[in-house]
Structures are given as structure tokens and as C-alpha cells.
T-cell receptor
Framework: ETGVTQSPTHLIKTRGQQVTLRCSSQ?????VSWYQQALGQGPQFIFQ???????GRGNFPPRFSGLQFPNYSSELNVNALELDDSALYLC?????????????FGPGTRLLVL | EDKVVQSPLSLVVHEGDTVTLNCSYE??????LLWYKQEKKAPTFLFML????IEKKSGRLSSILDKKELFSILNITATQTGDSAVYLC???????????FGKGTLLTVNP
């Protein structure tokens, strides 16, 4: 059984550009959540997808958007990048409806915006 | 707004010491409290607690939840250098299944 995987591992972009981050959920998991972790902070909830539909969103602007595919993998898109978007982006998957809070995290994508 | 506060923010101990990490929370419609260990990137799941007073144990780690006083503790006995990490506390609640995290406790175990 493979765990949660994310790509790329690192990324450097400039202000105003757009970025797409990818996540493959753990086998059998149908829920994917995305978090942003700034240096020295705990992860902040961006949004969650359950069976291809958005199932809740945190305090992030609309330029943060996402998708979930039929195989439950997911993408996080960020438009018009700002310097403050520099962070570790974590994806987490959960096994089923009842245990959806037991989230298993991938290794993250470290994004640097210059 | 949901809130999770961890203390201390950092801690330095010697191998063999016992440590207690604290987590207090305010969250609407509390469902669960989770502990994670973060060494480099991916937070690794440790425990999920939903009921007061029931201790969960895994080797040298244990945790307990007090839903009346709204806090949890994570104990690590006989610490080892491999326990050095950031320990994150997260709470689940509300209409979706998001987790609200504290800032974490940075534990450093010196040989």
C-alpha cells in the first residue's frame, strides 16, 4: 500500500505566476485536504475534496482553487502568486466518511515565490 | 474562530528524560483531537482522541484528552534523540472535516 505522494517536491516561481501542485491519495482514501504551512507555523486548512466535490474551505482567497479526479488524486492551483504564498503545501488523505479526520499527510511541496 | 494553543513552543531535554506537551483548544462542535510528529516535511499520525479520560498508548508515547477542561497532553517517556521533532496538535470539528492546528512544540533531545 503506497502512502500519499506529492509532486513536485520543490518549486521556485516569481510573483504573478501560476502554479499547480499535485497529490495522489493513499489507496482506498476518497477524501483529500490541502494545507499551507508557513515557516514556524502549524498547517492552515485551504480546502477539502470528497468524491470530486469541494467539501469546505478555509480563509484563502479564490485564487487558490482545486480539483479532485475520479481516482481521488487532486490538484491545488494558485494564480497570481504573491510573496506570502511561499510555504510548504501539504496534502492529506482520509480513508472514509467516518474516519475523515484521521488524515495522513504527504511529504509536501515547498514553494518559493520570488 | 477555532483555536488551538500548544505549550511550550520549544523544549530541550536530555536523553532519558520524560516530557509532557500541552494542547488546549476552543472549537465549535468538537469531534476529535489528533497528535502528529513532524520531522522534516510530512506530519506523521500519532494518536486520535475522541473520549475524555481514555489514555492512548504507543510504546513510549501516550496521550489523554480532557473534554471538560478542553485540553490534551502528550507524554514521551525515556526520550531518545530520534524523538527530536515538532509535535503538532490538531482538532477536528465543524461541518466539514478540516483540522485546526496549533503552532507545534519543537522538541530537541540531546544525547
Amino acid at each position: 500500500e503506497t502512502g500519499v505522494t506529492q509532486s513536485p517536491t520543490h518549486l521556485i516561481k516569481t510573483r504573478g505566476q501560476q502554479v499547480t501542485l499535485r497529490c495522489s491519495s493513499q489507496s482506498g482514501h476518497n477524501t483529500v485536504s490541502w494545507y499551507q504551512q508557513a515557516l514556524g507555523q502549524g498547517p492552515q486548512f485551504i480546502f477539502q475534496y470528497y468524491r470530486e466535490e469541494e467539501n469546505g474551505r478555509g480563509n484563502f482567497p479564490p485564487r487558490f482553487s482545486g480539483l479532485q479526479f475520479p481516482n481521488y488524486s487532486s490538484e491545488l492551483n494558485v494564480n497570481a502568486l504573491e510573496l506570502d504564498d511561499s510555504a510548504l503545501y501539504l496534502c492529506a488523505s482520509s480513508p472514509d466518511r467516518v474516519l475523515r479526520e484521521t488524515q495522513y499527510f504527504g511529504p509536501g511541496t515547498r514553494l518559493l515565490v520570488l | 474562530e477555532d483555536k488551538v494553543v500548544q505549550s511550550p513552543l520549544s523544549l530541550v531535554v536530555h536523553e532519558g528524560d520524560t516530557v509532557t506537551l500541552n494542547c488546549s483548544y476552543e472549537v465549535t462542535n468538537f469531534r476529535s483531537l489528533l497528535w502528529y510528529k513532524q520531522e522534516k516535511k510530512a506530519p506523521t499520525f500519532l494518536f486520535m482522541l475522541t473520549s475524555s479520560g481514555i489514555e492512548k498508548k504507543s510504546g513510549r508515547l501516550s496521550s489523554i484528552l480532557d473534554k471538560k477542561e478542553l485540553f490534551s497532553i502528550l507524554n514521551i517517556t525515556a526520550t531518545q534523540t530520534g524523538d527530536s521533532a515538532v509535535y503538532l496538535c490538531a482538532v477536528g470539528g465543524g461541518s466539514n472535516y478540516k483540522l485546526t492546528f496549533g503552532k507545534g512544540t519543537l522538541l530537541t533531545v540531546n544525547p
